[in-house]
């Protein structure tokens, strides 16, 4: 559930970029920390790159001016794709609004893309969260490789639900803040 502070008139969302490990998650807030203006990005905290960490996510804090005098501050995290974080994943996912499932083009990555997906929906529920109705936007990236999946068939084979999908170059931040765009209206209801 977003957190509402009405004397400071301000909201803040939680949303999660989930997908598999090297997908272009990372990649993505990384794109939107070094294009949005100083004053309405935070500190970019990216956890992944350390050895021996027990915590893997990184996080990105927004501040996005909304149509009716209040303020949205939009708490952005990457949830680690693999199985052997958990802690991480959970930690993440716990009051999360919305996600952005980043699924990656490769051919050789379609399994990985299905497992991370089933993990995504494990994860929620465990959390005490539905699958079927949480505020969810994909993300097709690496659309610039020789031979991506066809994007139909990544919509098959993933997006079951039939949520906005954008196909994304997120290390040229082609798609990018379509896709942010697409799961901030959805989680504020701004359609
Ligand atoms: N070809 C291609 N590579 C990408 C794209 N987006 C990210 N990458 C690369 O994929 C690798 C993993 O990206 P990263 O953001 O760290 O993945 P994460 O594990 O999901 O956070 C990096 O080498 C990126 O440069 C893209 O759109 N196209
Ligand atoms: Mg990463």
Redesign the pocket.
């Known amino acids: 559930m977003p957190i509402h502070n009405e004397s400071a008139r301000e909201i803040v969302y939680k949303i999660a970029y989930h997908?598999p490990?090297?997908?272009?998650?990372?990649?993505?807030l990384r794109f939107i920390y070094n294009t949005l203006p100083g004053r309405q990005v935070g500190r970019f905290l990216v956890l992944?790159t350390a050895v021996e960490r027990t915590l893997y996510y990184d996080f990105l804090p927004l501040v996005i001016p909304l149509d009716d005098g209040y303020t949205a501050r939009i708490h952005l995290y990457?949830v680690p794709?693999q199985a052997y974080y958990d802690a991480s994943r959970r930690l993440v996912l716990r009051g999360v609004d919305g996600i952005v499932f980043?699924a990656d083009s490769h051919p050789d990555r379609s399994q990985d893309n299905k497992d991370s997906l089933a993990m995504l929906k494990k994860d929620l529920k465990e959390s005490g969260l539905d699958y079927s109705s949480i505020p969810l936007i994909m993300q097709w990236?690496?659309?610039?490789?020789p031979s991506p999946v066809p994007e139909n068939e990544l919509a098959a084979a993933l997006n079951e639900r039939a949520v906005p999908a954008f196909p994304?170059?997120?290390?040229?931040g082609a798609g990018v803040f379509e896709t942010l765009s697409g799961i901030v209206d959805a989680v504020t209801g701004s359609t």
């Open positions: 997908g490990g090297m997908c272009g998650k990372t990649t993505n992944d990457t794709g980043v990236n690496k659309r610039d490789l994304a170059v997120a290390r040229d």
